[in-house]
């Protein structure tokens, strides 16, 4: 790792359901890894088998082609969902300007998004703009390096 979080002087090797075994064969309960799908457990066997049938087809198809995993996924929330438009986004980051896009245009009359200094949103703009910058971002504006 990077060093950012430092050691705990445990080496993974292995999971399943709340419990990891180390490299020593020591089993504990993990209560440390809740971020991303480590949240519905290790190993789940039915994530397996997700995950197995999913990589037998291509892993990332680009927006400006067609996906049949992608528009079954558009059609399950259309349907959860009906008269709603759906909008996938390529990271966290374009997700947040989204919605920061999607809040100013359904309410015009409000011109401040509250922000934290203390956060990490990505290296976006606006997402990325924090009070401690000298002058605000635009949200509509396209950014600095985009072609005229």
Same mark, same amino acid.
């Given at each position: 790792?990077?060093?950012?979080?430092?050691?705990?002087?445990?080496?993974?090797?292995?999971?399943?359901?709340?419990?990891?075994?180390?490299?020593?064969?020591?089993?504990?309960?993990?209560?440390?890894?809740?971020?991303? !799908?480590?949240? /519905?457990?290790?190993?789940?066997?039915?994530? =397996? *088998? $997700?995950?197995? +049938?999913? #990589?037998? %087809?291509?892993?990332?198809?680009?927006?400006?082609?067609?996906?049949?995993?992608?528009?079954?996924?558009?059609?399950?929330?259309?349907?959860?969902?009906?008269?709603? !438009?759906?909008? /996938?986004?390529?990271?966290?980051?374009?997700? =947040? *300007? $989204?919605?920061? +896009?999607? #809040?100013? %245009?359904?309410?015009?009359?409000?011109?401040?998004?509250?922000?934290?200094?203390?956060?990490?949103?990505?290296?976006?703009?606006?997402?990325?703009?924090?009070?401690?910058?000298?002058?605000?971002?635009?949200?509509?504006?396209?950014?600095?390096? $985009?072609?005229?």
């Amino acid at each position: 790792m990077s060093g950012i979080y430092g050691s705990r002087g445990l080496t993974v090797v292995s999971g399943a359901g709340a419990a990891v075994r180390d490299d020593r064969g020591r089993e504990y309960l993990d209560f440390y890894c809740g971020s991303g !799908a480590a949240l /519905f457990g290790h190993c789940h066997p039915v994530l =397996v *088998e $997700a995950l197995r +049938k999913a #990589a037998e %087809s291509p892993w990332t198809v680009g927006p400006g082609m067609g996906s049949p995993a992608r528009d079954a996924f558009r059609q399950r929330i259309s349907e959860e969902l009906p008269g709603h !438009a759906v909008f /996938f986004c390529n990271s966290g980051t374009e997700s =947040v *300007e $989204a919605a920061l +896009k999607l #809040a100013l %245009s359904l309410r015009p009359d409000r011109k401040k998004v509250l922000a934290s200094p203390a956060r990490w949103t990505g290296t976006q703009r606006p997402s990325s703009w924090s009070p401690s910058r000298e002058r605000a971002v635009s949200i509509l504006s396209p950014p600095d390096w $985009a072609p005229g």
